[in-house]
């Protein structure tokens, strides 16, 4: 995510008529078959061609209804996780009851299934009024690796017209448009590793850990209103009561993003990405220049990681003063700005298909979605002299001592600690390296040892990286093993 403050510097340059018109592509970078010869193979890298998702992902559909309040959600999820080792119970994340959120409430109702004995909220340090940031199912006996279990959950989702702590947040209600981004029980398993119950954080920051998903999103709403959300959309359909009922596919979602509003849409092609952008009436831009935008940021950013992770993209913006928000093929955006989209687009890659624990590993996403904001403007880097900064890159939502202080190291220094590793290292070699960590850990949840292994061999970059405290000797170690 990136907050609503502007953090680049006053004048700071993007790169020249990108932001303006897709139209001026040409003008700014080359070719899509240019771009691929230039990013080239991942040479040197165990596994050149990106890895494929696990068969085994968890299978999730959920069924939302915006009701004629346009603040009240309510829902059901139907799921069948095949978990990678035994467990005994299910957790789920309610990410609308985070403290940076409080005012929303996202509460379960009921939860059914075969093999389920029942389900309670558990706190974990959630906004106090909430029923908690947790939830437990337990289960009648134990289900080993690689068998299935199938539960389904009936929930609510409140959410509320005031401010919120984090100001412009994941979810929100607004003249015209309603916005639910995590706004479900999100499984919380980490693939090889188990459950993460990580408590939230009164920072304005992610603490989600999440496997990818093969995701349904069903959305009935108000027959006036656009649905822009995760996943590739259909056509919406005519429902009773003059709503229309509108349905998405994403095989490889961790998390959702939905917005339903009185949206002018805009579609381009990003290379192989179709984008869609929405602006609400009376926005400071149009859909067609946000769609263009976004493509630009695919096209840059293509050069340097390789091949967009999704087919399709969606862009709501649904404020003018917020900031923006990642979510699997989908961003939601509360301010229009060229640097903010190329932030959020980064994402795609860093977050969305490599994923991270953003509780245990926040610089992980957010130091590589800062990083990659240079790319963009004619390689103006911006955050150099934050390498200097004090204390360690890499840091719990726990460890950090305010918004501040998270913010400085993980994304500003962080940034920093790249762009000097890409500096001691050399760019081809560091970018082919980076190239090979996204291709080997796409659709995973990574870890620093797993940046570090692709890193091996470009010593002097790993002794940046462990310099800015953002690796520490033990990853390197790992993962020299
Ligand atoms: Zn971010």
């Known amino acids: 995510m990136l907050d609503g403050t502007d953090r680049w510097a006053p004048g700071r340059r993007w790169a020249a008529g990108c932001g303006a018109a897709l139209l001026l592509l040409a003008g700014c970078t080359s070719s899509p078959e240019e771009r691929a010869e230039e990013a080239g193979p991942a040479a040197d890298c165990a596994t050149a061609e990106r890895a494929a998702p696990d068969p085994d992902r968890p299978r999730v559909v959920l069924d939302f209804r915006l009701e004629d309040d346009l603040r009240t959600v309510t829902g059901t999820e139907t799921l069948a996780f095949t978990p990678d080792r035994q467990v005994g119970e299910l957790w789920f994340r309610l990410i609308p009851n985070a403290p940076q959120s409080a005012g929303h409430e996202l509460r379960v ?32 006996e134990p289900v080993q690796a690689g068998e299935t279990v199938s539960v389904e959950l009936d929930f609510t989702l409140r959410l509320t017209t005031g401010g919120t702590p984090a100001g412009f947040d994941r979810l929100g209600v607004a003249e015209g448009v309603t916005w639910w981004a995590g706004g479900f029980p999100l499984l919380t398993w980490e693939p090889g590793h188990g459950w993460a119950r990580d408590p939230f954080s009164d920072i304005s920051g992610e603490t989600t850990a999440a496997t990818v998903a093969d995701t349904t999103i069903r959305v009935s709403a108000p027959g006036d209103l656009t649905v822009l959300m995760t996943g590739a959309q259909e056509e919406a359909r005519a429902e009773a009561g003059g709503r229309r009922l509108w349905e998405s596919h994403e095989p490889v979602a961790r998390d959702v993003n939905v917005a339903v509003g009185e949206f002018e849409t805009a579609q381009v092609q990003a290379g192989d990405t179709a984008v869609t952008a929405g602006v609400l009436p009376g926005a400071d831009t149009s859909a067609e220049e946000l769609a263009e935008d976004t493509a630009a940021a695919i096209a840059l950013l293509e050069a340097r990681f390789g091949p967009f992770p999704y087919p399709t993209l969606t862009v709501p913006l649904v404020a003018d003063d917020g900031g923006g928000e990642e979510y699997p093929s989908s961003i939601l955006l509360g301010n229009e700005d060229f640097g903010l989209v190329v932030h959020e687009v980064a994402h795609m890659w860093f977050y969305g298909m490599v994923g991270n624990s953003q509780f245990r590993d926040p610089w992980l996403d957010e130091a590589f979605a800062t990083y990659a904001e240079s790319i963009a403007a004619d390689e103006d880097r911006g955050h150099d002299d934050d390498l200097d900064r004090g204390g360690p890159v890499a840091g719990t939502m726990a460890e950090f001592t305010d918004q501040d202080d998270y913010e400085w190291r993980a994304y500003s220094k962080g940034a920093a600690a790249l762009h000097a590793a890409r500096d001691a290292a050399g760019p081809e070699a560091f970018d082919e390296a980076i190239r090979c960590y996204v291709e080997t850990q796409a659709w995973t949840i990574a870890r620093p040892e797993d940046l570090a292994r692709a890193l091996a061999g470009l010593q002097p970059a790993l002794d940046v990286l462990v310099g800015a405290g953002a690796l520490d000797r033990s990853h390197v170690e790992a993962a020299g093993e």
């Open 109 to 140: 109702d009921a939860v059914r299934g075969d093999l389920v004995a029942g389900g309670r909220h558990v706190d974990a340090e959630a906004a106090s009024g909430t029923p908690g940031g947790l939830y437990r199912v337990g289960l009648r």
